[in-house]
Structures are given as structure tokens and as C-alpha cells.
T-cell receptor
Framework: ETGVTQSPTHLIKTRGQQVTLRCSSQ?????VSWYQQALGQGPQFIFQ???????GRGNFPPRFSGLQFPNYSSELNVNALELDDSALYLC????????????FGPGTRLTVL | KQEVTQIPAALSVPEGENLVLNCSFT??????LQWFRQDPGKGLTSLLL?????REQTSGRLNASLDKSSGRSTLYIAASQPGDSATYLC???????????????FGPGTSLSVIP
């Protein structure tokens, strides 16, 4: 177990709705990254937060947004859900000043109908 | 544009066999390469990380090699066990992940089944 938790485990939404996914980082880790993993594919980087600010972003539209809190927990928000947003969403925590090792949570499976 | 492929997509072997998983990447200008394991319903677990200046890394029954010039990495699993059944993904990074996570490119993974 990595100590990174995510909630909820599964979620079903309809097209056009909004969703919030949550992540609790491993103790002491100050950096969190979010990934989208479609079925049968590798994860794609969405964005990274460090010290409560976005520190890097992948090729995702602005309707994907995030927050990082002082306790280093984090949220991923997706507005105007589309069918293609159905995927496993993974968060990963790391120590910015540490090695290039990320600790992944178990993911949230989002289904958009 | 960096592309990462993994062959085979799926592999089934009897327990005790040694096996090799392959990862290929199109741009040899990488900073490091990682191998991950993903169990069903769980996140990724980092297995081995190879810096671009290294040729291989070993951890227990796992050995990963890197040949930047040919754009290839292999993950060797010795004496496979049913507990090794999982999806194995490789990921290449163009820069340090601390500065540019968007440059981390994952392969699609190889699904491994080890039959008792």
C-alpha cells in the first residue's frame, strides 16, 4: 500500500454534469499529479500541483481543473462531462525535492452515460 | 513526438518460466525510463527506474535494461510466479519529472498471466 487514497472508488455521471474526485497524498508529500487512463491505454498526464499551484499541465481542456489544499490533499474537477471522459483517474503524490518516484492511488473509475 | 509501444499486448506463461517484456520508444532523447506494475482495480507501483546514463537496474527477480540508441527497454522476470500476474507499463520522461511531468509518456502496457 502506498498511503495514497482516492474517493470515490466508482462514479457514474451523465453527459453535461460536473464531477469532483478527491485524493489524499502520502504523508509528507507536497506534490500531486493527476492522470487519466482510458481502457487498454497507459495513463495520460492531466496536471500537477505543488504548493497549491498548478505546476504543469498536459493536453487537456480548461474544463479539467484542480485544487491542492494546505494539507496536500487534492481535487480534480471536470465540468461539462463528455462520454470520452469515461476512464480511470489516478492521482500520484511525490516529494518535489525528492527522487523521480511517484506513489499512485488506486484510482477512481468514472463512467459517463 | 514521443511514442511508446509495448509488445506483446498480452502474455500467458506457466509458473516458473523466465520471461521478457519489451518497450520501444521513438525519441532516444530521454531523461529516464520507468517500469510500473498495475494490478486490477489498483494504481501503479513503480518497479524500476533507469536513468539515461545507466544500462540496467535490478531488483530481486526483476532486471530492466535500457538501450537508448535503439529506443528499447526490456523487463526480464525470472522464475515467474502467479503473484506476478498484472499489467506492466513502461514510461519514458524527456526531463526530470519534477520539472515537467507533461513529458512523461506511458506505453499501453503488457497484460501478464502466470498460470500455476
Amino acid at each position: 500500500e502506498t498511503g495514497v487514497t482516492q474517493s470515490p472508488t466508482h462514479l457514474i455521471k451523465t453527459r453535461g454534469q460536473q464531477v469532483t474526485l478527491r485524493c489524499s497524498s502520502q504523508s509528507g508529500h507536497n506534490t500531486v499529479s493527476w492522470y487519466q487512463q482510458a481502457l487498454g491505454q497507459g495513463p495520460q498526464f492531466i496536471f500537477q500541483y505543488y504548493r497549491e499551484e498548478e505546476n504543469g499541465r498536459g493536453n487537456f481542456p480548461p474544463r479539467f481543473s484542480g485544487l491542492q489544499f494546505p494539507n496536500y490533499s487534492s481535487e480534480l474537477n471536470v465540468n461539462a462531462l463528455e462520454l470520452d471522459d469515461s476512464a480511470l483517474y489516478l492521482c500520484a503524490s511525490s516529494l518535489y525535492q525528492g527522487p523521480d518516484t511517484q506513489y499512485f492511488g488506486p484510482g477512481t473509475r468514472l463512467t459517463v452515460l | 513526438k514521443q511514442e511508446v509501444t509495448q509488445i506483446p499486448a498480452a502474455l500467458s506463461v506457466p509458473e516458473g518460466e523466465n520471461l521478457v517484456l519489451n518497450c520501444s520508444f521513438t525519441d532516444s532523447a530521454i531523461y529516464n525510463l520507468q517500469w510500473f506494475r498495475q494490478d486490477p482495480g489498483k494504481g501503479l507501483t513503480s518497479l524500476l527506474l533507469i536513468q539515461s546514463s545507466q544500462r540496467e537496474q535490478t531488483s530481486g527477480r526483476l532486471n530492466a535494461s535500457l538501450d537508448k540508441s535503439s529506443g528499447r527497454s526490456t523487463l526480464y522476470i525470472a522464475a515467474s510466479q502467479p503473484g506476478d500476474s498484472a499489467t506492466y507499463l513502461c514510461a519514458v520522461s524527456k526531463t526530470s519529472m519534477k520539472t515537467s511531468y507533461d513529458k512523461v509518456i506511458f506505453g499501453p502496457g503488457t497484460s501478464l498471466s502466470v498460470i500455476p
